[in-house]
């Protein structure tokens, strides 16, 4: 067997279903913390968490101090390091006590076992392939669909993802993110208007964004990949950098796209006392500032959190450029 694995269907135990049903997801969660101990552990944990609310530039942003998060936020994810290491999303790499859900013939819907959220699952590729949106967007905005209540969310290559290697979703219960529950009021400035969508671009924030607001799936998809057509990539990297996230409610999908400058902020490499290490992927950007170091946590400011976002992501004067991309 090589570093990777086959990504087979051998290991754990499996249900079958071609479309999720939120109930059967819960109940296999609940199953999945009565056989695993040592992760069931880590979800009674996130009840003894500790948060801070603090305000930046206006914005209402919460921090968590969340030391399993280290395994991500640190994680290597250079080409020789990422070749070398066994793949953790495939099948045959996965820990005996981790089962599976089959999504669609397509992926694997397992517990993550580093946990943000109450609930939190990782929805994984049963290939072994990079992670790349291109032609994904409609299986993220059904799965959205069938867990209504959840939010799915993607973290490109380069924002986040602790596994470039593997194409994969996360999925959390809603409610958890502040920009969840208010991102409306920021989405300032109508781009595009179809027969029941809309697409707006963000703004307000610590950094610009667009919002996708639609009542049918497939001019969702239209208007996402006219808007990542218009995204710049980097010569070195085969799509733009970004991470989305989406939740339907109402019979309505919305999904935030956060278009990104870089993976890390400077702080993230900055010399012993100025270092924190804060690796911003879909989460923060939405709201939820994920600290795996106390001390950083204790320290950070909104003024330092100001700063990362806005070198992360991208101002009002880049997203202008990207409009002017758009063909319409």
Known sequence: MGAHGT?????GEEVTMNRLRRNEV??????????????????????????????????????????????????KVDAKTIGER?????????PEEQASIDVAGKYSLRVNPYPIFSRHFTVS???????????????????????EGYTVFYNGPCCGASAPDHMHFQVA?????????????????????MAGAKMSIVGGLP??????????????????????????????????KVNILCWHKAL????????????????????????????????????????????DF???TAADIETILGEVCFDESQIDKIVKRISR
């Open 173 to 193: 219960q809603s409610g958890a993110m502040p920009r969840e529950a208010d991102i409306a009021d920021y989405a300032v400035r109508p781009l595009v208007r």
């Open 125 to 147: 590729s049963h290939r072994h392939e990079p992670q790349a949106i291109s032609g994904r967007i409609a299986d993220m905005l059904a799965i959205a669909e069938d867990l």
């Open 86 to 94: 066994r793949c953790f999303l495939c099948d045959d790499n996965t």
């Open 26 to 75: 819960e109940t296999f969660f609940d199953r999945q913390l009565s056989q695993w101990p040592e992760v069931a552990e880590r979800y009674s944990a996130l009840g003894r968490a500790r948060w801070r609310d603090i305000t930046v530039a206006g914005v209402p942003y919460r921090l968590q101090f969340n030391p399993v998060r280290i395994v991500s936020s640190s994680a």
């Open 252 to 295: 309505q999908w919305q999904m935030l796209v956060v278009p990104r400058r870089c993976h890390r902020p400077s702080c993230y490499y900055a010399e012993v006392g100025h270092r924190m290490l804060i690796s911003p992927a879909s989460v923060d950007v939405a709201g939820l500032m994920i600290m795996p170091i106390a001390d």
């Open 207 to 240: 950094f610009s964004a667009f919002l996708i607001a639609s009542t049918d799936g497939s001019v969702a998809v239209q208007l996402f990949d006219e808007l990542l057509a218009a995204l710049p990539t980097a010569e070195d990297e085969t799509e733009p």
């Open 298 to 300: 204790e320290r950070i």
């Open 7 to 11: 990504c087979g269907h051998e290991q």
